[in-house]
């Protein structure tokens, strides 16, 4: 076992917290952080990989919020705007990169240019600085969108987004709270709560065969378990009522043929949208809005699905690009709604708070963009925390930004370079040292895909990674490129226990 982890295991079962956080995707791993910041004793406990529910299956988009004027929500549209330019600009630099949005209207289409053109000046104007909107002629949106269908096209609106690498944002935010002090652990699921109002809880983590079952004292818990949020919840009060319902959405990744200069948004009939994105060199493809019940752990990614993506995108696409055959890698998530009648694409993308009668703070749903305001809500609403006013840290996360070494090393593949800076941030020159002392360290893990075999390395050494899965799916982007093989999957497994040594 990894010293990190055995450490963390000790000091977990021995000390007493101010705050335990259940669920490591981007919510947990921000309220940590910011718990962390306040100088609290905090431990994150996150069942799987961190990141591995919800928030590595997003369109990876720090959005405005753009479909979401048509619902009225203003609130939620300005809200998201600040906190694009926030990410984009102070906390993720280089992690959250702008890319404008083509909207293209096609003959037929239901919303013509003077709607689309008053939408985009409120979204203009809910953006305060930057957020440039406007109108394309379709032969340049061509020119930025290689594959875009042609033929009944009228013209584009165009307007700024960002988009990141979910996974590794959740990453950086949970580096972040470790810098803070807070005891990091994934592979460590609650299987029991506790708790006494205003006085503290008693938490049980399974911790795996290694860590074993140890039974955590908390101050306060917080249960950011997305999807999985009202089984939490049953744990603290077995009949609790559900909090919320699930809607499925999918991605599909294909190659990217051409330069992507913008993604796209195609607006789809009952307020749905079909997005194109050029995501890490790949096209992805997204999404759909379907009722989902069961097990948030089985969730997958039908041939229904799949047709329907493609159908969607060839409202738009060139078909060619749109061969079944030609899909590398599927995702499905959850969206967790709220509990109400109606169709789940028309349901509040806000967030949902509620605090149990034994204290218990549940938070789901919101966005991965609002991710920063939505912790902060959650943490004010702890019973008995005094906490007072509270705004969220703006300070810039580890693992982002840009790399002196990676600039200065005129010998490295420029591919690879530019990977491992959009990767690892200021991070990447510790990459590079570690590649500098392994034989294969700067060999390309698959030569289709950018990754070298140092970032495995990494992984497991710095980033508590435990399983290929992990190191493929959420370190790299191997598997999203559909680049993991059986043979690459052992070698990663090969050099797993050896180096779980995140210090
Ligand atoms: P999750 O990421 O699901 O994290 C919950 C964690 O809790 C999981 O990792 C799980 O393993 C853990 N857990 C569960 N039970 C336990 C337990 N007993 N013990 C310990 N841990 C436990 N937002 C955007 O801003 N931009 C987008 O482009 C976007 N696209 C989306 C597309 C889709 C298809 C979906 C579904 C969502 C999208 N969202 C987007 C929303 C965004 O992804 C979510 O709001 C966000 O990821 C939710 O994060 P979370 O931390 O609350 O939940």
């Not at 409120?122 to 269908?149: C, D, E, I, N």
């Not at 990141?164 to 972040?176: C, E, M, N, Y």
């Amino acid at each position: 076992m990894s010293s990190y982890r055995a450490e963390t295991l000790d000091q977990l079962s021995g000390g007493s917290l101010d705050l335990a956080v259940i669920g490591g995707g981007i919510t947990g791993a921000r309220i940590a952080f910011e718990a962390a910041r306040l100088g609290w004793k905090v431990a994150l406990l996150e069942a799987g990989d961190f990141g591995g529910g919800t928030s590595s299956a997003s369109s990876k988009l720090i959005h405005g919020g753009f479909r979401y004027l048509p619902m009225g929500d203003i609130a939620l549209v300005r809200e998201s705007q600040m906190e694009r330019r926030v990410l984009m600009e102070r906390v993720a630099p280089n992690l959250v990169r702008p890319l404008p949005f083509l909207l293209p209207v096609y003959e037929g289409s239901s919303r013509g240019k003077a709607t689309i053109a008053a939408g985009l000046m409120l979204y203009r104007a809910l953006a305060g600085r930057g957020g440039r909107v406007g109108f394309m002629h379709p032969s340049v949106a061509k020119a930025a969108v290689p594959g875009l269908r042609m033929s009944g096209l009228r013209m584009c609106g165009v307007f700024d987004e960002a988009e990141t690498i979910d996974s590794r944002l959740v990453l950086a935010t949970v580096k972040g709270a470790a810098r803070c002090g807070a005891l990091v652990l994934n592979h460590a699921r609650v299987t029991g709560l506790e708790l006494r109002h205003n006085r503290g809880a008693l938490v049980t983590v399974d911790a795996g065969e290694e860590g074993g079952v140890l039974q955590v004292r908390a101050r306060h818990v917080i249960n950011a378990a997305g999807p999985w949020v009202d089984r939490v919840r049953a744990l603290d009060q077995p009949h609790a009522r559900p909090l919320v319902r699930f809607s499925k959405g999918i991605h599909l990744l294909l190659p990217l043929e051409g330069e992507w200069r913008c993604g796209v948004a195609m607006p789809l009939r009952g307020g749905r949208v079909a997005l194109g994105i050029p995501w890490q060199g790949m096209l992805m493809l997204g999404t759909t809005d379907t009722p989902f019940t069961g097990d948030p752990a089985e969730v997958t990614v039908t041939r229904e699905d799949t047709r329907t993506v493609l159908n969607e995108a060839s409202l738009f696409l060139a078909d060619d690009l749109l061969e079944p055959a030609q899909v590398r890698f599927a995702i499905a998530g959850l969206r967790a709604l709220p509990v109400a009648d109606g169709k789940t694409a028309d349901a509040r993308r806000g967030h949902l708070v509620e605090v149990s009668l034994n204290g218990l703070v549940s938070v789901a749903g919101g966005k991965l963009t609002t991710h920063r305001l939505i912790a902060i809500d959650a943490l004010r609403r702890l019973p008995y925390a005094h906490i007072g006013r509270l705004n969220a840290d703006d300070s810039r996360l580890p693992g982002t930004g840009w790399s002196f070494h990676v600039e200065a090393d005129r010998s490295l593949d420029p591919e690879v370079a530019n990977h491992l800076e959009r990767l690892y941030g200021d991070e990447a020159g510790r990459v590079l040292d570690l590649a500098a002392v392994l034989p294969d360290g700067m060999e390309r893990i698959h030569p289709s895909g950018p990754d070298v075999w140092a970032q495995v390395d990494y992984a497991f050494e710095s980033e508590w990674a435990r399983t290929a899965e992990d190191v493929a799916r959420r370190r790299t982007t191997l598997a999203m490129r559909g680049l993991l093989t059986d043979s690459i999957r052992q070698r990663i497994e090969r050099l797993a226990p050896a180096r779980q040594l995140v210090s």
